[in-house]
């Protein structure tokens, strides 16, 4: 089942890739590694991959996220492809909506593009742009975006771009979707506001969506939620994490530092991995757990079109994480769509 013919009963499964290799891994086999999992992952029947991006970061946490999903898209035939999600006020749009009409083609309309609004003041030094400017530059820049893939006149003199009467070419066969993230009340607002769809992560921010969608006076249909998750399932979770879990420590106080949670100086780091795993944000199931919590999820919020789960841990050998890539195709999704097809209304 692709994204497109997705109903809320049953959504689509996919993996998730930050592509950080702490590990120092040489680049050229960390990639082909990844690629191929994420060939044979198609082959276990996951639905979707995830891309996301940084820059500047010391264990190589992807800049190139649309090169990358190039790369996935010529090795694979049914996999949709999307961001979750890039940096949207640090590109200039019609790059931006020129590089993904491109992948449209060239997958097939395999492809979306998930944006945000980024937090790190380094990367908005380098680029040349203001933090403060930041919900600015996207919403101009989303406009832009939608009017390229229409092909019709980018002309603008907005507070942040200025474009001349010109029109984008080629334009998508199929029109990417616009999915918009964000951790905080006024971006998951914006999200029902000017996006195909919510990015959302940690199950941040459902409720404040679909109040949006009625703010912004859109019927409940035209919402979806692309849902990134942050949860180990092994047959033995524990024993998993006592082997893996350094590696969520390193993620998560990455990012805190970095200020993705918040100003840094207010956020605590976690000491170790049991803290993680003791209050969260990852979760340590079993299959028979995942099963229950995901249909319990996805049973509660039909909004939901896409569940998608880190593929590894930063510096984590691609090898490991594909056991708990092939227990979660094997073991848990189909009886996740078995019970969610059984508690389905009838039509």
């Not at 970061?57 to 979750?84: E, H, Q």
């Amino acid at each position: 089942m692709t994204s497109e013919t997705a109903t809320p009963s049953q959504p689509t499964f996919g993996l998730w890739y930050d592509f950080r290799n702490p590990a120092g891994v040489p680049f050229e086999s960390f990639y082909d590694a990844a690629l191929e999992q994420i060939e044979w992952a198609e082959g276990l029947g996951f639905e979707t991959v995830w891309l996301t991006e940084h820059h500047f970061i010391a264990d190589g946490y992807t800049p190139s996220p649309l090169v990358i999903a190039a790369a996935i898209g010529a090795r694979t035939r049914s996999l949709r492809i999307g961001t979750n999600l890039m940096l949207l006020p640090l590109h200039n749009p019609v790059r931006l909506a020129e590089d993904a009409a491109t992948l449209s083609l060239l997958t097939h309309g395999r492809f979306d593009l998930g944006v945000g609004l980024g937090y790190r003041e380094i990367e908005f030094e380098a680029f040349g742009r203001s933090l403060r400017n930041r919900p600015s530059l996207a919403e101009e820049g989303a406009d832009v975006i939608r009017r390229a893939w229409a092909g019709e006149s980018i002309a603008t003199g907005g507070k942040r771009f200025s474009f001349p009467d010109v029109c984008v070419t080629p334009t998508p066969a199929t029109t990417p979707k616009l999915l918009v993230g964000g951790m905080v009340e006024p971006a998951i607002e914006r999200a029902a506001r000017i996006g195909d769809g919510f990015l959302s992560t940690l199950g941040i921010g459902h409720d404040i969506y679909a109040a949006g969608l009625e703010k912004a006076g859109k019927s409940p249909a035209e919402g979806a939620i692309y849902a990134g998750q942050w949860v180990i399932i092994d047959d033995d979770p524990e024993a998993t994490w006592a082997r893996i879990g350094d590696h969520a420590v390193y993620q998560l106080n990455e990012y805190i530092e970095w200020g993705a949670f918040g100003p840094p100086d207010q956020v605590p780091r976690f000491p170790d991995r049991d803290a993680i795993a003791a209050n969260g944000p990852y979760q340590l199931w079993d299959p028979a757990t995942a099963i229950e919590r995901l249909t319990e999820l996805l049973s509660g919020q039909p909004l939901i079109r896409d569940v998608h789960f880190w593929a590894q841990l930063p510096g984590e050998p691609v090898d490991s994480g594909s056991q708990r890539v092939e227990l979660l195709a094997k073991k848990v999704v189909p009886e996740v769509r078995a019970r969610l097809a059984t508690s389905a209304p009838a039509p």
